[in-house]
């Protein structure tokens, strides 16, 4: 005797009884809608606890604002974009030789590339400019070529070169191992081949991470304030907290995170396009 799947009875009006709870569209939107009223909740809340006047007051002083502006530009930015570029052009470089010492078939090549890497990715950006501030007193007579500058970029050189050279070390590999194989079958050495065929390949390829790491360089160049830089050598962040410091306000702090914005955004921006842009062409 087998037993029967039991049905549904019908509804005096002849249906069938109407299924209960909620489906799953409707717990969505009720979640959703609990998740607008404690954002706006909170809004509101802090909209009601902020001093207002306060707030404009030690932020937003245009007249504060307005003698900061000439000196942003001329001192401040103008170092800023110094330090930054200089340290990711040497932070290229180096980067691109610890790459291909990681590659090598060379062991010590590579014991030294892995090293230096693990080492640097590993110790935090400012203990590496405090360390490049007191170089001078561990080694008697050293001193960094360029002075102030040359420290500023040292140190970004040194931060940013264990991460390029991870980003170098994986475009490297993406290039077609055929094209190192077609070039050594048209009589080009290895090097001649890497450096006119693979390494080219290579830098389009990381030409969006390593836009990226000019922005994490251009961030960290505020660092530079640590090395005492002072007068015609501050950089923003230097520039806005002894400004702020003079006339007691917020203000200037103000202005320089918002020329960082106007730089940071776009390039971040640009480096969104040419991901997209490299991922529609594979």
Same mark, same amino acid.
């Given at each position: 005797m087998t037993d029967h799947p039991k049905t549904a009875e019908p509804t005096p009006g002849g249906g069938t009884p109407a299924r209960s709870g909620l489906s799953p569209?409707? !717990?969505? =939107?009720? #979640?959703?809608g609990v998740q607008y009223f404690v954002l706006a909740a909170v809004v509101v809340f802090l909209a009601l606890r902020i001093e207002w006047g306060k707030l404009g007051?030690?932020?937003?002083?245009?007249?504060?604002?307005?003698?900061?502006? %000439?000196?942003? &530009?001329?001192?401040?930015?103008?170092?800023? +974009?110094? @330090?930054?570029?200089?340290?990711?052009v040497f932070a290229f470089l180096l980067?691109?030789? &610890?790459?291909l010492m990681r590659l090598s #078939?060379?062991? %010590? @090549?590579?014991?030294?590339? $892995?090293?230096? +890497?693990?080492?640097?990715?590993g110790l935090p950006a400012l203990l590496v400019f405090l360390l490049i501030l007191f170089l001078p007193l561990a080694i008697t007579g050293f001193e960094v070529p360029g002075g102030t500058y040359? =420290?500023?970029?040292?140190?970004?050189? +040194? $931060?940013?070169?264990? @991460?390029?050279?991870?980003?170098?070390r994986a475009g490297l590999q993406? $290039?077609?191992?055929?094209?190192?194989?077609?070039? !050594?079958?048209?009589?080009? #050495?290895?090097? *001649?081949a890497m450096v006119s065929i693979v390494i080219p =390949?290579? $830098? *389009? +390829?990381?030409?969006?991470?390593?836009?990226n790491q000019f922005v994490s360089l251009l961030k960290d160049s505020s660092l530079v304030l640590f090395l005492g830089v002072s007068g015609d050598y501050v950089e923003l962040t230097k520039f806005g907290n002894d400004t702020a410091s003079t006339y007691a306000n917020a203000t200037p702090i103000l202005v320089v995170g918002v020329t960082y914005l106007l730089v940071t955004i776009p390039l971040g921006y640009l480096a969104s396009r040419l991901e997209r842009r490299q991922a529609r062409g594979r």
């Open positions: 569209r409707k !717990r969505q =939107q009720i #979640s959703r007051e030690n932020f937003t002083r245009p007249d504060i604002a307005e003698k900061t502006l %000439p000196d942003l &530009f001329t001192i401040a930015l103008k170092n800023t +974009i110094i @330090y930054s570029v200089g340290g990711f980067g691109l030789l &610890f790459a #078939s060379v062991r %010590p @090549y590579r014991w030294i590339a $892995v090293a230096y +890497i693990e080492i640097f990715r040359g =420290q500023g970029i040292l140190g970004l050189t +040194i $931060v940013g070169s264990a @991460y390029m050279a991870e980003t170098l993406a $290039v077609p191992k055929g094209q190192m194989e077609a070039a !050594r079958s048209l009589g080009m #050495s290895y090097t *001649r =390949q290579a $830098v *389009r +390829i990381v030409i969006p991470p390593t836009t």
